[in-house]
């Protein structure tokens, strides 16, 4: 059985580092970026809230989509987007659920695979940062059956609409 998240799959596998918000966006937009469509890729994205759905992000998952990729995205309230349904398939996760505090990027191509999975630390004590300093446990991986696994875990939580 599917662990009740990717970062919760992935982590029993790979190293895990930590890192603030403002440098781990490079690594996620580094991987987004490798993408070059596959056709028949699948793409998991978990970005913990629709307010995280930027009109960037809108734009690097839109490119994907038209390789003819099918993109999943995963957050809480994400579904009130309805300008995105039909160009993307949109999953409401309930605050309550341990996916609302993962950021994941998971690609599933015919001839690869990678993974981002992150999940969002408690503050330190007696700081106070912006967005840019939230910080995150998180680790990467291009093996197959790991990110494979890991996406299994999305459609078996049960607080995912």
């Known amino acids: 059985m599917p662990d009740a998240t990717p970062f919760e799959s992935l ?7 930590r890192s603030r918000k403002a440098d781990l966006l490079s690594v ?7 993408f070059t469509g596959e056709g028949a890729a699948t793409v998991y994205v978990c970005l913990q809230h629709v307010d995280f759905l930027t009109s960037a992000t809108v734009r690097t998952y839109d490119r994907m989509a ?23 398939h949109l999953h409401d996760v309930s605050p309550r659920s341990p996916l609302a505090l993962e950021w ?3 690609i599933l ?22 967005d840019g300093d939230r910080r995150f446990a998180f680790l990467t991986t ?6 494979r696994f890991a996406a ?9 609409a």
């Open 11 to 17: 982590s029993r596998h790979s190293a895990v580092r």
């Open 28 to 34: 996620s937009r580094s991987i987004e970026l490798s």
């Open 66 to 88: 038209r390789f003819g990729t099918r993109v999943h995205v995963y957050g809480v309230d994400v579904r009130s987007r309805t300008d995105l349904r039909g160009l993307f």
């Open 104 to 106: 994941n990027i998971l």
């Open 109 to 130: 191509g015919s001839r690869s695979t990678t993974a981002l999975a992150a999940r969002e630390e408690a503050p330190l004590p007696g700081t106070r940062g912006g």
């Open 142 to 147: 291009t093996d197959p059956h790991d990110v």
């Open 152 to 160: 299994a875990a999305l459609s078996a939580d049960a607080f995912v």
